[in-house]
T-cell receptor, first 110, second 112 residues
Framework: AQSVTQPDIHITVSEGASLELRCNYS??????LFWYVQSPGQGLQLLLK??????LVQGIKGFEAEFKRSQSSFNLRKPSVHWSDAAEYFC????????FGAGTTVTVRA | EAGVAQSPRYKIIEKRQSVAFWCNPI?????LYWYQQILGQGPKLLIQ????????DSQLPKDRFSAERLKGVDSTLKIQPAKLEDSAVYLC??????????FGQGTRLTVV
């Protein structure tokens, strides 16, 4: 069975500081991994995805994620956070059927 | 390119009433998904269509939920009768075969 764990429910970060969101997955084969962002009242927007190849994946809005098979992790990072990055972030695993984590809410303080 | 369109955006109904949600996917996207997102949780797949056929409805509560995708384009999701625990955001998504899903803004359902 496939599943995703996002250990941090809520993270607060200062504007300009770095951000790292953790994601651990369980999947029987080589996983397809995704990070989505959801702003209040909005749908989910794809930030980046990993299917194969280079384990460091670049996404939109300055985000990147690193796939580590040995740790079953796919952590999301951003070097310098902007106030507009305040949102909820979801990690997901799967092929045609995605399993989502419970999400991490990011608050950005001035 | 137009995104995934959903309506209504918000709906409040009493328990035991029925409700329907509508989704218009991105043009040309053969795959359509309905997800349920309960407050504080990640989205959960309810049903997936490939054109007008059902690929996966294993997590759809079939005693009260139904969905259809006539002509392989628009889709409707219905709940009848609604329960308090059906309060959630219902997200529609679509994709090309083998590619990432694009999500609509969702319909927020409140059952009182």
């Amino acid at each position: 069975a496939q599943s995703v764990t996002q250990p941090d429910i809520h993270i607060t970060v200062s504007e300009g500081a770095s951000l790292e969101l953790r994601c651990n997955y369980s999947y029987g084969a080589t996983p397809y991994l995704f990070w989505y962002v959801q702003s209040p009242g909005q749908g989910l927007q794809l930030l980046l995805k990993y299917f194969s190849g280079d384990t460091l994946v670049q996404g939109i809005k300055g985000f990147e994620a690193e796939f580590k098979r040995s740790q079953s992790s796919f952590n999301l990072r951003k070097p310098s956070v902007h106030w507009s990055d305040a949102a909820e972030y979801f990690c997901a695993v799967g092929d045609y059927k995605l399993s989502f984590g419970a999400g991490t809410t990011v608050t950005v303080r001035a | 390119e137009a995104g995934v369109a959903q309506s209504p955006r918000y709906k409040i109904i009493e328990k035991r009433q029925s409700v329907a949600f509508w989704c218009n996917p991105i043009s040309g996207h053969a795959t359509l998904y309905w997800y349920q997102q309960i407050l504080g949780q990640g989205p959960k797949l309810l049903i997936q269509f490939q054109n007008n056929g059902v690929v996966d409805d294993s997590q759809l509560p079939k005693d009260r939920f139904s969905a259809e995708r006539l002509k392989g384009v628009d889709s409707t999701l219905k709940i009848q009768p609604a329960k308090l625990e059906d309060s959630a955001v219902y997200l529609c998504a679509s994709s090309l075969a083998g590619s990432s899903a694009f999500f609509g803004q969702g319909t927020r359902l409140t059952v009182v």
